[in-house]
């Protein structure tokens, strides 16, 4: 066997740790929220308080920014950004939705009875398709919309102190 053949996987794996490193010394904003400039998909929803009745959010139910949280009960990540979902609530009132991605209505009641109801009104994604459209990657995500329907903040992870300011800022306008 030759020597470069030799070498060769240790190079591979020096330039992969490398990249993995890149990737980590990357500050949290670059990878967990990001500007975001296309339209909000025009998925129409039956609501968890009346299915009979629906929400879209392209454009949103009224004529200033929203949020949009993707949540579920089974996801405990969503259960510890709960705190700045109802804090953002509380600053923005009329401005904060949700969309209960994937789980059983009476769960998500249960989630809701158990940690109070922030939103202004939740959407039920039950086939998982509209989180799709929207571009999700994991529960939880955060979507802010703008007055004519474009998305132009997406938070990737649960909220925080920092995630919640960005949040705030855009839903400000």
């Known amino acids: 066997m030759k020597r470069w053949q030799a070498i060769l996987p240790l190079a591979a794996l020096v330039g992969l740790g490398t990249l993995g490193a890149i990737q980590l010394m990357r500050p949290a904003e ?3 929220t990001a500007k975001a400039d296309r339209i909000a998909p025009a998925t129409v929803f039956p609501l968890l308080s009346d299915e009979s009745q629906t929400i879209s959010f392209a454009p949103p ?17 969503c259960r510890a950004e709960h705190p700045d ?6 600053s923005h009132p009329g401005q904060v939705y949700g969309l209960a991605y994937k789980d059983r209505t009476e769960d998500t009641l249960g989630f809701l009875g158990e940690l109070g109801n922030p939103c ?3 959407g ?5 398709q509209g989180g799709l459209e929207f571009g999700l990657t994991g ?3 955060t979507y802010v919309i703008s007055p004519d329907g474009k998305i132009i903040l997406h938070v990737r ?6 995630r919640r300011k960005q949040v705030s800022e855009a839903l400000e306008g």
């Open 30 to 32: 670059d990878s967990f």
């Open 61 to 77: 139910p009224v004529d200033k920014p929203v949020m949009v949280n993707l949540f579920a009960s089974w996801c405990a990540p």
């Open 85 to 90: 979902v109802t804090a953002l609530a509380e």
């Open 120 to 122: 202004e009104k939740i």
């Open 124 to 128: 039920v994604d039950a086939s998982g």
């Open 139 to 141: 529960e939880p995500e």
């Open 157 to 162: 992870g649960p909220l925080d102190a920092e």
